[in-house]
């Protein structure tokens, strides 16, 4: 094996398997910091042993007993050592086994746990949005700096900064490493969802640069969510967040062109909707709405994008019944953003004047100034009135707030079109 093709393969190995070993690690040294360190440490010694013996059968274990031997002659020989002193005087006197045997054996519980208590612990609401984005796709998505600032087109110092800053808040907050209970569980779950779906919208609907999506961020937050869902089975809103994610995902490829233009929803060849993630999609859907989860606020969304799936058409679609979903969801969560797209439902279903009046009442109230969505629907329910000259400025106001490149360029081709 040249080396080159030996690191592809501890680059592949490492972005399946830390995660877990972070975790693991994590549990057993309580600092997120070190546990990383000790993982990276586990990671060279593959980097420079791999090329010369090959790659072990099985290298995720080979990782994990690099990175456990490693933590164990930290406790003994370094820092952990002098944190520690009191709680081993303590174990000793009270006939406790070594702790030191004990984190060899811990290393071997159920890794399910640990990768739960570290979504939980990187979505903690202590942290700021931008810096639980980064921090989950650093420890569980296994994406380098550079990796996650290309994906978010934001410089890789900045990215760095944020993931530094936000371990050394958990640390400053003393952040318990634990699957919180009661009504903290519920709020903490909400952050990890959140996170989740705010990777995969940026992946979805990218909000700057040149390209329209990035199905590297979909993919990872679908990976995410599945890992949740298998390890909180019970929980609906999980299972609403990942069927909702699989339906939207599954017009991926269809709502970009051959030249990178974005395709909208009236035009796309719904032959090319991937038919097994819809499937996937709809299952976990209904296994949400089994769960009790219906009014969820993903499995709304989510039965919304079924309504999308299961029609041949636009025109077949179900409007009223979408915008029917929509509305409840506006009396969930008061969005002014789910409420535009209520207004765009209303309009399918009831007539472009309807949906007008809503979209009017929304912007008399200035919540959406800056959203360039909002002067887009406005212009495409005042074009269907054929009030072209209106239409047409609101076109161009939407282009100029527009931070991506494709969605500047589809807004001022539909201005154009407009025109008399």
Known sequence: MTPSEAQRAVEAVWRLESPKLIAALTRMVRDLATAEDLAHDALVAALQQWPEQGIPRNPGAWLMTAAKRRA????????????????????????????????????????????????????????????????????????????????????????????????????????????????????????????????????????????????QLCEEAMRLGRVLAELAPGEPEVHGLVALMELQASRLRARVGPAGEIVRLADQNRARWDRLLIGRGLAGLRRAEALGGSSGAYALQAAIAACHARAASVEATDWPAIAGLYARLVDLTGSPIVRLNHAVAVGMASGPLAGLALVDALNAEGALASYHYAPSVRGDLLEKLGRLAEARAEFDRAAALATNARERELLRARALAVRD
């Open 72 to 215: 164990i002659d930290g406790l003994r020989r370094h820092t952990l050592l002098a944190r520690k002193h009191e709680e081993l005087a303590r174990d000793i006197d009270e006939g406790r086994p070594d702790p030191v045997a004990d984190i060899e054996a811990a290393m071997d519980d159920d890794i399910g746990d640990d990768l739960l208590r570290l979504m939980f612990t990187a979505c903690h609401p202590v942290l700021s949005t931008e810096a639980r984005v980064a921090l989950t796709l650093r420890l569980l998505g296994g994406l380098t700096t550079d990796e996650i600032a290309r994906a978010f087109i934001v410089p890789e110092p900045t990215i760095a900064q944020r993931i530094v800053r936000a371990k050394k808040t958990l640390a400053k907050a003393a952040v318990p490493y634990e699957v919180p209970r009661g009504d903290d569980r519920a709020e903490r779950l909400a952050s990890v969802l959140e996170v989740v779906y705010l990777i995969f919208n940026e992946g979805y609907s990218a909000t700057a640069g040149d390209d329209w999506v990035r199905p």
